[in-house]
Each structure stands twice: as structure tokens, then as C-alpha cells.
């Protein structure tokens, strides 16, 4: 019987130089997609998928982060001072439950593995979920967590979320060596991080997204660096093959590269698109434009 998966940890100590000057006083996971931050998504998608406890692994700088899934007294009394009932329980409802949030510092920037490795005495001896708000993944029935944690269910071992990426890409991700695939779940027997196009074994790259066996931490307890110089999960992950079953699922849903500019503003515009409110007014200001 698995475990169920009760935590994830939201590495969040980058220092977001791609978007300077916007993230010189702000942290770049409190950028807004239409009116939310990118790191309320991601938060929102693990309380969707079922987690209780929220670890968030923060650097300098990143108070308002904190600030932001706390209580704000005085905005609150505005808001009901001033009869703004809806907005006071829109500000309300993106607090998780008390006790349920913790945070530690990476005190050096040395890697996603090394991020992760800072959660360790957090995590214990469970199964555990790893979200990176840069990427966005817009969803209709499930969210992307949810997706994996019901593959999990059924298979254990670890679970990464998926896609296919064109091969002269496969430098900028972890990519499956892949033994099976159906089409949706790809069994892997190795992972190579940032594999040049011409080496990589599949062009199946990992997302964001991750559920991982408490197993990983054994690997990253030896600091060991690989591309980039820095600790890399993906290296740590691939060591735990075969102990660990390996697989990865292609979700139903978009992602979208907000680490990046022009993935940033996509997302805004295909979340914007896809909201009820904002479709028209958004299809209208496109449609000027090209004109």
C-alpha cells in the first residue's frame, strides 16, 4: 500500500534575474498572472491535489512572499469597512489552514536538488510533491497534481509530469530514458539532465512538477554537483532507479514557461482568455492591436 502524499515543498530562493528590474525588490513568484501571483497557482494546485503541509524553501528577499499567505489585519478591516464582502473573502480564501505552512532558507543558490535537500528534516520518511511555480500549467477538469497523484496511487514509486519537447530543446531540461510508453505513462530506466540534442535518449523532458520517494534525499545528501555546477535533482532522482520505480505522465492541460518572458506573457493572456470576465475585453485589445 502506498503512502499517501501529504507534503510539497515549493523551492522558491531563485533570485529571478531573467525578469530584472521587476524582481529586484519582489520575488519573481510573486509576478500576477491576470490578478494572482504565479506561486498562489501553484499553492492552489496542491491544495486541489490534497496536501496538508506546505513547505516553502526561501532565500533573502522574500518577505512579501511570506506576507502574502499570511493575515493582513489591516486590509481585511478596509475591505469589510468599506462593504467589499467579495474581495475580503477572495483575500481570506488564499490562506491555507493554520500550521499547515513552513518555511526554510537555501542559504545558496546551488541547484532545484539542493533546494529540495533543505525540506529534508520537514519531509521525514514520507512520499512527498515538488512544485515549481515558473511553470503553469492551465488545466480544465483535474489539475496537473492531481493527474499525478492518481497515477501514484496506483503505481507508488516516483511520478514527474511530462512532454514532449523538440529535440534541439532537450538541453534546457531532465529528460526519460524511456523503456515502456503507452502514449500517456512512460516507465523510464535512467534520466540525463540537460542532455545535448544529439545525446539525449528521448525527447520526454520533465516539467515542474514532481512526486518523489524520500529515497532521493540518500542522493542528496552527498552534495554531488553535475550540469551547471550545481546539485541537480534530476541526478539525484536517476540514482534511485531501479530502487525506485520510475515513471512519467503526459497531463491533460498547457504548460507554460513563465521563467521565461514571452511564456510569461502567453500566460497571461491564455488565462485571461480563459476566464469569463476577461475573454471579450482580452479578444478585443488582440484583435486592435493587429490592426
Known sequence: MTKPVRKAIFPVGGLGTRFLPATKAMPKEMLPVVDKPLIQYAVEEAIEAGIEQFIFVTGRGKTALEDHFDHSHELEDTLLGKGKTEIHKTVLDILPKPGSVFYTRQMKPNGLGHAVWCAKELIGDEPFAVLLADDLVLAQDKCCLSQMIDVYNETGGNVVAIEEVPREETNKYGVLDVTEDDGRIAQAQGLVEKPAPEDAPSNLSIIGRYILQPEVFAQLDKQERGAGNEIQLTDAMAKTI????????????????????????????AFALDRDDLRDGVQKIISDLNT
Open 242 to 269: 531501479p530502487d525506485v520505480d520510475f515513471r512519467g505522465l503526459r497531463f491533460e492541460g498547457r504548460r507554460f514557461d513563465c521563467g521565461s518572458k514571452l511564456g510569461f506573457i502567453e500566460a497571461n493572456l
